[in-house]
């Protein structure tokens, strides 16, 4: 059995794979059993699903090349190829739906307002989904993002906090609308004024800590913001994601034919 440069190569790579999948399984468990992602994105779920998935990759890619299993290399290139057709159709997908959707200047303030229907329709759709939502509502009161929020700000003057640069979920979430007119006393506690409100929001509002502007659509244009620029970080993340897989797949199809190779060569010995 010759001595072939892509198969040992490949089996190097898919050995630092498999110790590379070992701590993503771990904190994936560690998340399900802690309870840390509860109300929220199933975290943990996806980091186990994808640690699983690197390492029996790996496996199939580390006996295959080196062992010269030809069948097992050939299905870890299959697997390899689905992956590369995933991924491309997934960058894809980000970027379409990150595409839209940014927050509005208010003449004269600091942080911006959102509307949610300049957002995609399917991130739309995920926040105003009522399961999705009330998971992500239950998040941000128990995390206190409000609650930090109110901290950092809480001796502003009224002018002070009005040159503030909130944040998308801070701006959505934990403050009023500008439109609505309220009279600040503190960054979550405004006094509401008698009229008639075009915003829904300004009715949805409550000084309540655990309330404040959660059930208003400002709030769902916050997440929405915060998932747009999430989402374009993972279509950059999936192009050098794609480039490595492309590398891998290219090196494997020269292992693979090494194995062709060789298992032609060992029968034509065996038959002389």
């Known amino acids: 059995?010759?001595?072939?440069?892509?198969?040992?190569?490949?089996?190097?790579?898919n050995f630092v794979t498999f110790l590379f999948s070992i701590p993503i399984l771990v904190a994936g468990i560690w998340l399900s059993k802690s309870?840390?992602?509860?109300?929220?994105l199933n975290v943990?779920?996806?980091?186990?699903?994808?640690?699983?998935?690197?390492?029996?990759?790996?496996v199939a890619g580390f006996i295959g090349s080196c062992c010269r299993v030809t069948w097992l290399l050939w299905t870890y290139l299959v697997i390899i190829l689905i992956l590369i057709l995933c991924g491309f159709g997934f960058t894809v997908l980000t970027l379409a739906v990150s595409n839209k959707g940014s927050g509005e200047v208010v003449?004269?303030?600091?942080?911006?307002?959102?509307?949610?229907?300049?957002?995609?329709?399917w991130i739309q759709k995920i926040v105003n989904e009522t399961q999705n939502w009330n998971k992500i509502k239950t998040c941000m009161v128990d995390t206190k993002v409000c609650t930090s929020?109110?901290?950092?700000?809480?001796?502003?003057?009224?002018?002070?906090?009005?040159?503030?640069?909130?944040?998308?979920?801070?701006?959505?979430?934990?403050?009023?609308?500008n439109e609505c007119g309220f009279t600040y006393r503190n960054p979550t506690n405004w006094t509401e004024e008698k009229g008639v409100y075009n915003n829904p929001d300004c009715k949805a509002w409550d000084n309540d800590p655990k309330v404040l502007c959660l059930n208003c659509q400002s709030c769902k244009a916050g997440v929405a913001d915060n998932m747009k620029h999430a989402w374009k970080k993972e279509a950059t993340?999936?192009?050098?994601?794609?480039?490595l897989l492309i590398i891998v797949y290219c090196i494997g199809?020269?292992?693979?034919?090494?194995?062709?190779?060789?298992?032609?060569?060992?029968n034509q010995e065996w038959r002389s």
């Open 253 to 266: 199809c020269c292992a693979f034919r090494n194995n062709l190779r060789d298992k032609a060569y060992n």
């Open 1 to 13: 059995m010759s001595f072939h440069l892509s198969n040992n190569l490949l089996g190097i790579i």
């Open 35 to 40: 309870g840390v992602t509860e109300c929220g």
């Open 44 to 58: 943990d779920t996806t980091l186990i699903s994808i640690g699983v998935l690197i390492m029996i990759v790996s």
């Open 107 to 121: 003449p004269g303030k600091g942080y911006k307002e959102y509307k949610l229907g300049s957002y995609s329709n």
């Open 149 to 177: 929020f109110k901290n950092k700000y809480l001796k502003d003057t009224v002018e002070k906090f009005h040159k503030e640069r909130l944040n998308a979920i801070q701006s959505g979430c934990c403050k009023p609308s």
């Open 237 to 243: 993340i999936n192009v050098v994601f794609l480039i």
